[in-house]
């Protein structure tokens, strides 16, 4: 083996197209650049995000700042999620304690959807509820503080 003969395995490397060498390489005249305009010139430039003089996205849409667009949300919780539960409180801490509602959750709202645990009674403080959910829960011994 000598210096002169390695070259790589064949298929590993691709040979560079030769652009503008003529009409038989099937890249002569325009180059691949197509007819006129700003990217068939050399020097033919736009900034990231140009959308051609129209206004661009990022001036178009609101600044949110830093804070979740879901920040700050009234989450639902079914009946079956209160059995999660150990104490017979549920507040909206407990709630964030048992992992049922996210951390930035500013309230909650127990719907009727599933079924408590028999003989389960809840005293439920701060949160709302709906008129079946209260139903339920009433009806198996618990209350209702909001």
């Known amino acids: 083996m000598r210096l002169n003969t390695i070259s790589p395995a064949k298929g590993s490397n691709h040979t560079n197209t030769r ?25 033919g430039y736009h900034k990231v995000g140009f959308e051609g003089g129209q206004m661009p996205m990022a001036r178009r849409l609101p600044k949110r700042g830093f804070k979740p667009l879901k920040y700050g949300s009234v989450k639902e919780i079914r009946l079956s999620e209160l059995n999660l539960i150990d104490g017979g409180l549920v507040s909206l801490e407990s709630l964030k304690a048992a992992g049922i509602v996210p951390q930035f959750t500013i309230g909650a709202k127990v719907i009727k959807s599933g079924a408590l645990n028999e003989g389960k009674k809840f005293q439920i403080q701060g949160i709302k509820v709906t008129k079946g959910a209260r139903a339920v829960i009433e009806a198996a011994g618990g209350q209702i503080e909001e």
């Open 19 to 43: 652009v503008g060498r003529g009409i038989g390489s099937g890249k002569g005249k325009t180059a691949g650049r197509g007819h006129k305009g700003q990217h068939a010139r050399s020097g």
